[in-house]
């Protein structure tokens, strides 16, 4: 199956099915706040009382962020604590919501409800909550072996860089090399999950290693949709950010403060395309 | 052309005589005491990374004592081994083991040679010393030489020295990587003999930089050809031996404490000069003389030679190593007193030698990247600290070991003056490895002077900032002090003195103490000279002391005055009682007159430190009506209530409104609202929470 059709269909699954973006995002959002909470608490006693708070309507500035380091440092150290709990149960809300999401795409009938999709997550829940424990092992091997053998030869030649063109080059590498594995990882996952769904599988390790053999033969053009797909993020991306800049001063902040909420809804939604596509691709390999 | 080395010296003395505009480089202006004299004789051996030398120290005995000995700095036994002061110190904060120096990569400096002029060896009697203490035990970074008989005041002294240098590869300051050099206190150096007190010679400890006396420094380096060589001073001969494939290069300066020199092959050289008319228009000379009650004749500037050596890597941003190199000689200049040197070398320093941004007498080292941010003011920032320098340790020579804040303090604030002035608020740079990721993002703009509070005001309760280098509670410590905090509290004084007398303060500090070494209590009484007014609360708090400095309102009510009060009155004779009904009777009897309300603000002194006697505190209380009414605090206790009767309710009440104490630790209860207003609040959050989202996002990816 071309990758390019694969993409188109992603597309349309990801508009067919837009209501789960809703869903991701009123969630993304809810633990955003969990997490902030302490803070918009502190915040709104300390600044929402004093003149000092016109400056937060300026954006960040070095009077107040020097107040809330200089005074709220215990603080900030307390929130960083509180943050690991709604950190902890976002990670358990995308095991959840990657069954959710899956769920829907492969359900043939047209409907997008709530229930439904929090009955894919029930359902796919603990299959999918064993590929992150089997991914653990991978991502040592990938990164604390791989990676850094094939930096060795980047770092030799670092080493001895002549100028800090060579030091430039040899660090970008490094990064390239790293986004490379990276998102070969998520593409072995990303297809295991799918396999568990598509397959109606039950045994998540099996998943894991008849994705080496699906990859094996494919790996190049499933790479390459993956590639595909994460360039347009970038752009998509880079534009909102270059948008967000052109928002300033007190009559922006409350359009940039929505602005960055379409954005983080977009975001959901690029999750969706990848794996639509990616379920696209791979039934379509199959036949 | 070859030069007689007589020839040289014998211009160099007549400089010191005649002044400047001949082929030696003496400072401008009256010739300062400098009781020291240099002739020295150094060979690169790019193979090997070695320094071989020989050096003619001649030292004068401007004190009144009898000196038995001399002392001599040997920095780079710093680099030598791990029994060092800076090694010790550099591991016990920072520093990994695995960062040390691998095999090859240490430094070290061997006297061969050490006798008098007439050939008396004093080898035999030199031994290494530890002036600061146990803690510095094996430490070799300062060598104590007897003398056979003492120097009597007045009288001179000098040695004939030969030494042999190992280059480190890492280290501070100084380095080399391939065939690039950076060469730093690399040469025996006396230390500075103080009358009553002995020799002022402290070993090269991890934080904390330098002290010297004033000399004539006479340099003459060898390096393999083809290598491009900048160093102190200025160029005053150059000849190449063919046979050997060298070149020696011999640099000329009077008046200056220190002298470094680097050499890196792949370096392009350029040359600039600062033409002072160019740069600094009549009427800029006008208004400034007006502000400070001088004549625009004692304001002109100079020219300079500026000389950059760049990386190759680096061409495209020459002009912009030289636009902030002049807006730094132009307000330096104008502001504290023209540059006295005749030359300014610029070193873009040379890869992987870790030497940029420090300071040497007419040569520092900026620091820059393949893609410098837009208005990130970098190496903006650096050339101009470095270069600033030159005045606040270069000619007002300060003792770094003892009393960092003086070169560091003095010259952070004139930094964030000086980029303030030429360049505007910066913005802050975000960097992936060497990624320009900024492009994306709207960074927050920002002075040096609120950065500097952010960090000066943490560390207030650790030390004071007057403490020695090495004395500090943790390197953190001693950086934010000296930095930041020491910045924060002169540009309060400046909002309390004004900035005319502030510059007039920092002039005279300046004009007076040049080639010279003025002490902590030498600013302040120049400080108090110049301003006419008594400091001593202000430095005594903030200098040499470590109290917090806070001040609030910590209350603002209006409430309607009552129409009556209740309760028993006595009234004609008789006992009249005022009770709740009839109050309300009366307020609607007079509901068609004004209300009167009553506003009480309670104002607090939540720090140890108080403000002077003379400064007291200023408190706005805004009203409904759009009144503002000012009153006055002398701050000297730890609260105080103001009560006003107006007929409208308070909006809000601020104290300090004109922010003049950026010492105080807590500008947001400075001012409170009688009606909390959340929008910049919820702005904030809302750009926060998009962070935490992607953070969740990217998180959430990983399962
Ligand atoms: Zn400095």
Not at chain 1, 205 to 226: D, I, K, Q, S
Request: overall charge neutral; proline content about 5%.
């Amino acid at each position: 199956m071309s990758i390019l059709r694969a993409f188109q269909q992603g597309l349309a699954t990801t508009r067919r099915r837009s209501r789960l973006i809703l869903y991701l995002w009123l969630a993304n959002l809810f633990f955003g706040v969990l997490v902030l909470g302490p803070f918009i608490y502190l915040a709104g006693r300390d600044f929402g009382s004093s003149l000092e708070g016109d400056r937060l309507l300026q954006g960040v500035d070095f009077i107040w962020l020097g107040d809330v380091i200089l005074n709220q440092g215990d603080a900030l150290a307390g929130l960083a604590g509180w943050a690991l709990i709604p950190f902890s149960l976002y990670l358990v809300w995308s095991i959840f919501s990657s069954g959710g999401i899956l769920g829907r795409i492969a359900a043939e009938e047209e409907k997008t409800t709530l229930a439904a999709f929090v009955s894919d997550g029930c359902q796919y829940f603990f299959r999918f909550f064993r590929v992150p424990l089997i991914a653990i092992p991978v991502y040592v091997i990938v990164f604390g072996l791989l990676y850094k053998l094939l930096n060795l030869p980047l770092a030799a030649w670092s080493r001895t860089a002549g100028g800090p063109w060579g030091d430039f080059w040899a660090s970008t590498l490094g990064v390239l090399v790293f986004l490379a594995l990276f998102s070969l990882v998520r593409i072995l996952f990303d297809y295991a999950r799918i396999r568990l769904v598509v397959d109606r599988s039950r045994k998540a390790f099996r998943a894991v290693v008849m994705t080496f053999g699906f990859l094996g033969g494919r790996l190049v053009p499933a790479w390459a949709l993956y590639l595909l797909i994460a360039a347009v993020s970038v752009v998509v991306l880079a534009l909102f950010l270059l948008v967000s800049r052109l928002l300033t001063g007190a009559s922006g902040a409350m359009v940039l403060v929505v602005w960055l909420q379409v954005l983080a809804a977009v975001r959901q939604g690029i999750r969706i395309l990848f794996l639509a596509s990616e379920s696209h691709y791979y039934k379509g390999s199959q036949l | 052309m070859r030069t007689d080395r007589a020839f040289v010296w014998a211009g160099l003395l007549a400089l010191v005589s005649a002044g400047s505009g001949s082929l030696l480089a003496a400072p401008d202006g009256p010739l300062p005491v400098r009781p020291l004299r240099y002739e020295i004789w150094v060979e690169l051996d790019n193979a090997q990374k070695m320094l071989r030398g020989r050096e003619e120290i001649t030292w004068q005995n401007t004190t009144r004592d009898e000196v038995g000995d001399i002392w001599l700095h040997l920095y780079w036994n710093a680099f030598k081994n791990e029994q060092s002061a800076f090694f010790r110190e550099a591991r016990g904060q920072t520093l990994a083991r695995s960062a040390l120096p691998r095999e090859g990569e240490w430094g070290w400096i061997d006297i061969s040679r050490i006798a008098l002029a007439d050939g008396r060896d004093l080898k035999p009697g030199m031994a290494f010393a530890t002036p600061d203490g146990p803690e510095t035990e094996g430490d070799q970074t300062v060598l104590r030489v007897p003398l056979p008989e003492p120097v009597p005041p007045g009288g001179r002294v000098a040695l004939k020295i030969e030494f042999e240098s190992k280059i480190p590869r890492r280290a501070a300051r100084t380095a080399y990587y391939q065939d690039r050099y950076f060469i730093g206190q690399w040469f025996p150096k006396p230390g500075v003999y103080e009358e009553g007190k002995g020799w002022n010679c402290h070993a090269y400890h991890e934080n904390s930089e330098f002290f010297a006396d004033y000399a004539d420094f006479l340099v003459h380096i060898t390096v393999p050809q083809g290598f491009v060589v900048g160093a102190s001073g200025k160029l005053v001969d150059a000849v190449r031996d063919e046979d050997r494939r060298t070149e020696t290069l011999t640099y000329g300066q009077t008046a200056i404490h220190d002298f470094a020199w680097t050499a890196d092959p792949s370096f392009l050289k350029v040359e600039r000069d600062f033409v002072a008319a160019d740069e600094v228009t009549e009427a800029e000379y006008a208004d400034l003389a007006r502000r400070l009650g001088c004549s625009v004749e004692d304001l002109r500037l100079p020219n300079v030679r500026m000389i950059l050596l760049i990386a190759p890597e680096h061409k495209s941003q020459i002009d912009r190593h030289f636009r902030a190199l002049k807006a730094a000689l132009k307000y330096y200049g104008l502001w504290y007193g023209p540059y006295p040197y005749e030359t300014i070398t610029m070193v873009d320093p040379p890869f992987r030698t870790g030497s940029g941004g420090m300071e040497y007498p007419t040569l520092f080292t900026a620091g820059t990247s393949l893609f410098p941010t837009d208005r990130a003011w970098s190496p903006e920032g650096v050339i101009v600290h470095e270069f600033g320098h030159g005045y606040w340790y270069g000619l007002v020579g300060s003792n770094e070991f003892e009393e960092a804040w003086l070169d560091e303090g003095l010259n952070t604030y004139s930094t964030g003056k000086v980029i303030a002035e030429a360049y505007g608020p910066g913005v802050l740079s975000l960097n992936l490895k060497h990624l320009p990721l900024d492009v994306l993002f709207r960074m927050p703009l920002f002075l040096d002077r609120e950065l500097n509070r952010a960090g000066g005001l943490a560390v207030v309760e650790l030390d004071p900032i007057v403490t020695a280098s090495w004395r500090f509670y943790s390197r953190m410590s001693y950086a934010l002090n000296v930095y930041q905090r020491a910045a924060t509290m002169l540009e309060t004084l400046e909002r309390l003195l004004g900035e005319d007398v502030m510059i007039r303060v920092l002039r005279a500090f300046q004009m007076g103490y040049r080639y010279r070494h003025p002490r902590s209590e030498d600013f302040v009484r120049t400080a108090e000279q110049v301003s006419g007014r008594d400091l001593g609360w202000f430095f005594g708090q903030f200098l040499y002391d470590t109290l917090e400095f806070d001040y609030g309102v910590s209350a603002l009510h209006s409430r309607e005055l009552p129409a009556a009060d209740l309760g028993v009155f006595d009234r004609d004779g008789r006992k009249d009682e005022v009770t709740p009904e009839r109050v309300k009777k009366i307020k609607q009897e007079n509901k068609d007159s004004a209300k009167a309300y009553r506003t009480e603000v309670a104002v607090r002194r939540f720090g140890e430190a108080k403000v002077g006697p003379d400064f007291p505190l200023t408190l706005e209380v805004a009203f409904e009506d759009g009144s503002v009414e000012t009153r006055t605090w002398d701050g000297q206790s730890r609260w105080q209530t103001f009560r006003f009767i107006k007929p409208v309710k308070a909006r809000w009440a601020r104290i300090d409104p004109e922010s003049r104490w950026l010492l105080d630790s807590n500008l947001t209860n400075n001012s409170l609202r009688a009606k909390p207003s959340r929008a910049g609040v919820w702005r904030i959050t809302g750009l926060f929470l998009f962070w935490v989202q992607s953070a969740l996002h990217a998180a959430g990816g990983l399962v």
